[in-house]
């Protein structure tokens, strides 16, 4: 089990800017692939981004590239999620997730553990 902490969502106006964070309470949560998803009230589960172990390996879907940030801290175990000029289409609960598996992954079904998920509301 790699247990998964999300924070950081709330209420922000558009335009604005918010920084998610993922804590894993495992040490070895810091050898998975990560990732973000988002799931808006009615709307399935969808892929936001993701990283590998290794920090430098990222990948974002088209409605966020340019505007969110993923990066990872292995030393704290924890992730995030740097998302700035924010839309009300980004409005949904957020979710990390982890793999064991070192490739980057865009399926909800292809990742092990989930974090509890964190609601982002961006008014307009």
């Known amino acids: 089990q790699v247990p998964l902490v999300e924070s950081g969502g709330g209420l922000v106006q558009a335009g604005g800017s918010l920084r998610l964070s993922c804590a894993a309470s495992?040490?070895?949560?810091?050898?998975?692939?990560m990732g973000w998803f988002r799931q808006a009230a009615g709307q399935e589960r969808e892929f936001v981004a993701s990283?590998?172990?290794?920090?430098?390996?990222?990948y974002y879907a088209d409605s966020v590239k340019g505007r969110f940030t993923i990066s990872r801290d292995n030393a704290e175990n924890t992730m995030y999620l740097q998302m700035t000029s924010l839309n009300p289409e980004d409005t949904a609960v957020y979710y990390c997730?982890?793999?064991?598996?070192?490739?980057?992954?865009?399926?909800?079904?292809?990742?092990?553990?989930w974090g509890q998920g964190t609601q982002v509301t961006v008014s307009s």
């Open positions: 997730a982890a793999r064991n598996p070192l490739a980057i992954a865009l399926r909800p079904e292809e990742y092990d553990y």
């Open positions: 495992r040490r070895a949560a810091s050898s998975y692939t």
């Open positions: 990283i590998s172990r290794i920090p430098g390996n990222t």
